[in-house]
């Protein structure tokens, strides 16, 4: 090989080298567009070496290569696009329209060459669409191996967050059909992302919403707590669902550890009802009634209807009305409950006061 200077080019804007050779050493190529903020430029990605990209002009391969860091595009706010023939748009519209057999093998035929370059995927652009869009095609035919081995290959924490909001989904319809290890292959893998943001976080919240209600209450337990290790707007909320889930859980400390420092939430802040449910809970696994109903009736107070522990906070009061003796109380607020969530779990449950 022989390196030639440093030179500047005016389509990137930026220092790179061109390294010649008498062979190709690419594993693969596929043709982008480099779009900067004024301007763009297609291009040959033939593959990534450390935290370099490496292209190679439009045209005939003479062993040319051009070395661009990674750091340098996110940093002049570039997208990186790739490009498809008309045939894989065409695929995408037949996939849309439920022609999924014929679809598939097209849409895989542009999407396969892809997959070593997803570590790029921190750069916009049109990569995790199409990822997403072959992922649709692979579950509509139930190949549901080669989804999962895709999808531990995308590296969540730095795609946009519609991707972890998309294979959450595909968890749950997973866990659902009781493949359960597709799923913990998907889960483990969106439990090892680190750095996530606010958004991230929030897709999160959602995958451990659908697994608590799930009564899945471990797994939900682990998500939250990875939500609660960041500073931010979810970690109030997240700190009171492992809470939570830790009481359902069995776990003697954990719940009061939480509170504990959750002790001087506010009741105009999200949560308080929360907080005051499980302080509930708590009480009630220790025999004391009468502090449950204070804390339980606090949280009815405060909480709103479209809470989503709200059925459960009524079933609560309604529960230790009845063991206190006010059976006509526990049967308004039983009939509120059946009134206002006829389909909830908790409108068909026995008024008993379940420790766990």
């Known amino acids: 090989m022989i390196a ?4 500047c080019l005016k389509h990137f804007c930026f220092l790179i080298i061109i390294v010649t050779s008498s062979r190709s050493a690419c594993s693969a190529e596929v043709p982008v567009i480099i779009k900067y903020p004024t301007q763009s430029s297609k291009i040959i990605l033939t593959s990534c070496e450390g935290n370099n990209l490496v292209f190679r002009p439009i045209g005939s391969d003479n062993g040319g290569r051009i ?3 990674k750091e340098e595009l996110i940093s002049q706010n570039v ?3 790739f490009l498809f023939p008309e045939e894989f748009y065409d695929a995408v519209e037949q996939l849309e329209t439920g022609e999924v057999i014929r679809s598939i093998s097209i849409i895989g035929k542009y999407a396969d060459p892809l997959v070593p370059f997803l570590n790029l995927s921190i750069i916009p652009g049109n990569m995790i669409p199409s990822i ?7 579950k509509e035919v139930g190949d549901w191996e080669k989804v999962v081995d895709l999808v531990i290959q995308i590296p969540l924490s730095t795609a946009p967050p519609e991707a972890i909001d998309y294979v959450g989904k595909l968890a749950l319809l997973l866990y659902d059909d009781n493949k359960s290890n597709d799923f913990d292959r998907l889960y483990f893998h969106i439990l090892d992302q680190q750095g996530l943001t606010l958004s991230h976080l929030r897709s999160l919240m959602y995958l451990a919403e659908e697994l608590r209600v799930r ?11 990875k939500i609660q290790i960041n500073d931010g707007a979810l970690q109030v909320l997240a700190k009171l669902w492992v809470s939570y889930c830790s009481f359902y859980l069995g776990h003697d400390i954990v719940p009061e550890i939480f509170l504990e420092e959750l002790e001087k939430l506010d009741v105009s802040e999200q949560g308080y009802a929360l907080r005051e449910l499980i302080k509930a809970r708590l009480c009630i696994r220790d025999e004391d009634f009468y502090t449950a109903m204070r804390f339980a009736a606090k949280g009815r107070i405060h909480a709103k209807a479209t809470d989503v522990y709200y059925p459960e906070l009524l079933h609560v009061v ?3 009305y009845n063991e206190l003796g006010y059976t006509k109380a526990s049967q308004l607020i039983l ?10 779990r908790w409108s068909n449950r026995d008024l008993n006061i379940p420790s766990n």
């Open 215 to 225: 009564d899945d209450y471990l797994r939900a337990f682990h998500l939250y707590r």
């Open 79 to 81: 997208q990186l696009n």
């Open 67 to 69: 070395y661009i860091k």
């Open 335 to 344: 009939s509120e409950l059946r009134l206002l969530f006829p389909e909830n």
């Open 318 to 320: 309604a529960s230790l």
């Open 132 to 138: 997403l869009v072959y992922l649709e095609a692979l």
């Open 4 to 7: 030639r200077p440093l030179i």
